[in-house]
T-cell receptor, first 111, second 113 residues
Framework: QKEVEQNSGPLSVPEGAIASLNCTYSDRGSQSFFWYRQYSGKSPELIMSIYSNGDKEDGRFTAQLNKASQYVSLLIRDSQPSDSATYLCAVLDSSASKIIFGSGTRLSIRP | GAGVSQSPSNKVTEKGKDVELRCDPISGHTALYWYRQSLGQGLEFLIYFQGNSAPDKSGLPSDRFSAERTGGSVSTLTIQRTQQEDSAVYLC???????????FGPGTRLTVL
């Protein structure tokens, strides 16, 4: 059973600080990784995708991938109350047949 | 262009009735996914269509659930003899190919009384 694991939270971070969200996956052959954000009562929307080891930055967001450790993370700098949401990690399995989602981490930014 | 659309947005039904949920993917997207999300829970994969290949039905929870995709576009998820535990938001997503970003529809909130 291929799995994607996330801490359910809630993770509480003060406004302006860095929020760090983590995800581990079991399928060593996975090649594509995604972070989605889901506001309460809304559908998930893509924040970032990452395919290579290392860091990928987009504005206040940085995705980090370490395939050897089977670990992917999302950093949010200068956290804002509007960042409060559930963040879903998703991994394309090694057979490239489908994307598997983690259960999500609930992030709360406190003013 | 238009995003993924789903209908109805809300559906209330009585236990034992059949329901049909519809998904219109983004034009040209060959991959289509159905997920279920119960309140406060993560996404539960149900079924996946990719082009003309046989669908991956490995996530369907029981034989009361079925889905089809006609002409490689619109998809219908059917739940027969609904049960109260079927109450959830049913989300549809589409992507250009199975390896690409998924774009989600607004979901259908199903309530079984």
């Amino acid at each position: 059973q291929k799995e994607v694991e996330q801490n359910s939270g809630p993770l509480s971070v003060p406004e302006g600080a860095i929020a760090s969200l983590n995800c581990t996956y079991s399928d060593r052959g996975s090649q594509s990784f995604f972070w989605y954000r889901q506001y309460s009562g809304k559908s998930p929307e893509l924040i970032m995708s990452i395919y290579s080891n290392g860091d990928k930055e987009d504005g206040r967001f940085t995705a980090q991938l370490n395939k050897a450790s089977q670990y992917v993370s999302l950093l949010i700098r200068d956290s804002q109350p509007s960042d409060s949401a559930t963040y879903l990690c998703a991994v394309l399995d090694s057979s490239a047949s489908k994307i598997i989602f983690g259960s999500g981490t609930r992030l709360s930014i406190r003013p | 262009g238009a995003g993924v659309s789903q209908s109805p947005s809300n559906k209330v039904t009585e236990k034992g009735k059949d329901v049909e949920l519809r998904c219109d993917p983004i034009s040209g997207h060959t991959a289509l996914y159905w997920y279920r999300q119960s309140l406060g829970q993560g996404l539960e994969f149900l079924i996946y269509f990719q082009g003309n290949s046989a669908p991956d039905k490995s996530g369907l929870p029981s034989d009361r659930f079925s889905a089809e995709r006609t002409g490689g576009s619109v998809s219908t998820l059917t739940i027969q003899r609904t049960q109260q535990e079927d109450s959830a938001v049913y989300l549809c997503a589409s992507s250009l190919a199975n390896t690409d970003t998924q774009y989600f529809g607004p979901g259908t909130r199903l309530t079984v009384l």
